[in-house]
């Protein structure tokens, strides 16, 4: 786990991707979203976007992550609204759920962090046939934009293995089995704004003021690379291969 995951966990920030809360809402309004549904918020963080689909949709939600303090979080927001969400600890990369179990699998700027190909496999396994992926995530505007020693710097600030290109995205899912990549149009709004918004910390007791230089690091390094490393919003539709004529 990177210092900056690390740092995450103990700030407690919701919302911690690109456009937060606001720009989950935006993508969700434009889903057929049903209260018979299940929805699975992967690397849920401290469970914000979970509480906002139980409460606003009523669906049947699973929240995971790999880190614990994140869950804890989590837990205690679900408690105190009365939410009903299943919470699970685990890494993306191997999901312990049975297939076709998930009508949606929300991913908000965490495949970037994993082993993509792997993780992208596991969400393919876990989708209903017709489910869909939704995934915002950190996005090189080009090839060769970054010098190699941003591309150094970034993934060992943030635990990246791959900085991706929209190209490179799309050739991953494919390979995982997904059909039909788009990219969404989320509107002026939230496009080139910087990476991360904050929008809501739920400190640790233990947390160690010194860990703001972090902090400070990750908006120097947005701040470099605004209009390099950016984010797109990713929908894959899972087809079942063995349903296609
Ligand atoms: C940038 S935060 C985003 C959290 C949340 N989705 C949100 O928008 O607030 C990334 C999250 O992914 C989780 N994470 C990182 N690697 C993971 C993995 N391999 N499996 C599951 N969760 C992971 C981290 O613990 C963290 O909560």
């Not at 906002?52 to 408690?79: N, W």
């Not at 190699?148 to 390979?175: A, N, R």
Request: with cysteine; net charge neutral; charged share 30%.
């Amino acid at each position: 786990m990177s210092y900056y995951l690390q740092f995450l966990a103990n700030i407690g920030i919701g919302g911690a991707h690109p456009g937060g809360l606001p720009l989950t809402k935006a993508v969700l309004a434009a889903e057929p979203i049903k209260k018979s549904m299940h929805i699975l918020d992967l690397g849920c963080g401290t469970g914000q976007t979970a509480a906002f689909i139980a409460k606003y949709y009523g669906c049947q939600v699973t929240a995971l992550d790999i880190e614990k303090k994140m869950l804890e979080k989590a837990a205690t927001r679900f408690a105190q609204d009365r939410l009903d969400i299943r919470i699970v600890e685990s890494s993306a990369e191997n999901l312990p759920f049975k297939e076709r179990l998930f009508d949606y699998v929300l991913a908000e700027s965490v495949l970037a962090f994993t082993e993509v190909s792997k993780a992208l496999k596991q969400c393919f396994y876990v989708l209903k046939n017709g489910g869909q992926l939704i995934a915002i995530e950190m996005t090189k505007e080009k090839e060769d934009t970054l010098t190699d020693e941003e591309e150094q710097q970034i993934k060992s600030f943030y635990g990246v293995k791959e900085i991706m290109t929209e190209h490179e995205w799309y050739d991953k899912m494919k390979e995982a089995g997904f059909e039909k990549v788009q990219v969404l149009n989320v509107g002026d709004k939230y496009s080139k704004k910087g990476l991360e918004e904050l929008s809501e910390l739920k400190l640790s007791q233990s947390f160690d003021f010194h860990a703001l230089r972090i902090w400070v690091e990750h908006q120097e390094l947005m701040a470099k690379l605004r209009h390099r490393l950016t984010y797109r919003v990713y929908k894959v539709r899972k087809t079942d291969p063995c349903l296609k004529n």
